[in-house]
């Protein structure tokens, strides 16, 4: 297991084409951003990366966006990337610390070990002057992958709503203020604005500095701000289950990792009449 959740671009460059390394681009952006994370890779990748897509590596049979797939499904389209046991993982997105920790949460909650985020993401690759190559990925031999998922790391509804009734667990919520407060109308139709009563916020961009993490004393500063005591167990959630893993991503570098992220977010929570809204601040 690596003891840090990150590799630099030095580290990375020195390793390319080695065996063991499998690199995945996990770029994926808001509707907002206006960006195009397939038209991105296809402009410029790091070489030898394979486009790993958020939404179709996901439940496509559920109504919320990009919820983990049954471990069978996800077994099978990993095999179908060329992805096999005992890799050594590389993920990066195009915006520096944005959707990669998602996609190496996914990975960890399925049982893979190695893996890690390159620090700085692409925006850091070709700051260093590193190649990217342009095109499709080079296609790999299908290789055996299996998926044994953690279901401790995963909290459903039920989960939260006994985490914010019994105080086993604090909920930090990454979206940004406004939205937490019930300021700003969700952006998916039928979602209520507002949070979960009991909620703190801590906004993800609130944690970096220049596309990645700040350090572990500004961290603590942050989360402290915002009501969150870092030794007490920790649920996080966002608006779909992306962002929300940036925060266990902090708390995992001051060696607090979160207790488990909501994969349902407020997407489901917002949705559904049943579930108790507040709005204002924490």
């Not at 390159?118 to 190649?131: H, M, N, T, V």
């Not at 031999?141 to 086993?168: I, K, N, P, Q, S």
């Not at 572990?216 to 942050?222: D, K, Q, S, T």
Request: proline share 8%.
């Amino acid at each position: 297991m690596a003891t840090t959740p990150f590799v630099t671009a030095e580290w990375l460059h020195a390793r390319l084409g080695a065996p063991d390394i499998v690199i995945l681009d996990a770029s994926w952006y808001l509707p907002a951003q206006g960006r195009d994370a397939r038209g991105e890779y296809l402009a410029g990748h790091i070489p030898g990366a394979i486009r790993f897509d958020i939404d179709t590596m996901s439940d496509e049979t559920s109504p919320l966006p990009h919820t983990l797939p049954r471990p069978e499904v996800f077994a099978s389209r990993m095999r179908a990337l060329g992805i096999g046991d005992g890799a050594h993982i590389v993920v990066y997105d195009g915006m520096g610390l944005f959707s990669a920790p998602r996609v190496r949460w996914m990975l960890q909650t399925f049982g893979v070990r190695d893996v890690e985020i390159l620090e700085g993401g692409l925006p850091a690759w070709i700051a260093a002057g590193y190649p990217v190559e342009e095109g499709e990925g080079r296609p790999r031999t299908r290789r055996h992958f299996t998926a044994r998922l953690d279901h401790g790391a995963v909290a459903d509804a039920g989960d939260v709503a006994r985490a914010l009734e019994t105080g086993t667990a604090q909920l930090v919520d990454a979206r940004s203020a406004p939205r937490f407060r019930g300021e700003e109308a969700e952006p998916r139709p039928g979602v209520r604005p507002g949070h979960m009563p009991g909620a703190r916020n801590v906004h993800y961009a609130a944690l970096q500095s220049e596309g990645r993490l700040k350090d572990p004393e500004a961290l603590r500063a942050v989360f402290a701000e915002a009501g969150v005591d870092v030794n007490r167990p920790v649920v996080t959630t966002c608006g779909s289950g992306v962002t929300a893993a940036i925060v266990g991503l902090a708390l995992e570098t001051l060696g607090r990792p979160q207790r488990a992220l909501y994969d349902g977010s407020w997407s489901e929570w917002g949705a559904d009449p049943a579930r108790p809204v507040a709005t204002g601040p924490a």
